[in-house]
């Protein structure tokens, strides 16, 4: 199911076309190698919330070859940490590359493992967590990932529509129901006021109150 109109959703995107070269050859690449990425609609909207907060602590659980971190970076200085999450060493070492041709001013620290450990153990409080792991783990990263967020603080999370097939109750397959349920968290929880953005493949923004 297509959650926006595709015409409205290909305008929304010419609007974007002054965007940076190095963020269009990271799309082309992944689209070459059928990789997911947020695209850029959703890369601008992780660039205004860092903005707006003032974001100096962020944290990826799922960063890929790094394009949400370059759209995390856009605009922020030195005094912004960006903490990246991969299982592959591949990735890792083409998101440094991109990083540096970006010529980035944020401070990177790329972690190799899993995310979900990763946020279990590390430490301290950030200003965003953006979530884009397995969809069948979201729950698990709702509740681990509010305890870790500052009062004010933003945990975002990718593709919680999924296709649509959340709003379909007769879509049981594990990645509808994980999405699904952590809609219902982040709607029912009262440490956070949530809200879900119909942008591509729906984004869920919860702010810790």
Avoid: H
């Amino acid at each position: 199911m297509q959650i926006t109109n595709s015409k409205v959703e290909k305008y929304m995107e010419t609007l974007l076309e002054n965007r940076s070269e190095i963020y269009k050859e990271i799309e082309e690449y992944a689209r070459n190698v059928g990789f997911p990425i947020i695209e850029p609609l959703v890369g601008v909207l992780l660039n205004q919330y860092a903005r707006m907060i003032k974001a100096k602590r962020i944290l990826e659980l799922g960063s890929g070859f790094g394009y949400s971190a370059l759209w995390f970076s856009e605009g922020m200085d030195e005094e912004t940490e960006i903490i990246c999450t991969d299982f592959k060493e591949e990735n890792k070492e083409l998101a440094k590359k991109y990083f540096k041709k970006a010529g980035i001013s944020t401070k990177i620290d790329f972690k190799l493992g899993d995310a979900m450990q990763i946020l279990e153990e590390i430490e301290g409080k950030f200003d965003i967590i953006f979530n884009d792991v397995e969809k069948e783990d979201y729950p698990e990263v709702f509740k681990k990932a509010i305890p870790k967020l500052k009062e004010g603080g933003l945990l975002i999370s990718d593709n919680t529509l999924w296709y649509g097939k959340v709003a379909d109750e007769n879509q049981k397959d594990y990645q509808t129901e994980g999405s699904r349920e952590y809609n219902r968290l982040a709607f029912t929880d009262t440490r956070v006021l949530s809200v879900i953005l119909p942008l591509r493949d729906g984004i869920t923004v919860s702010m810790k109150k």
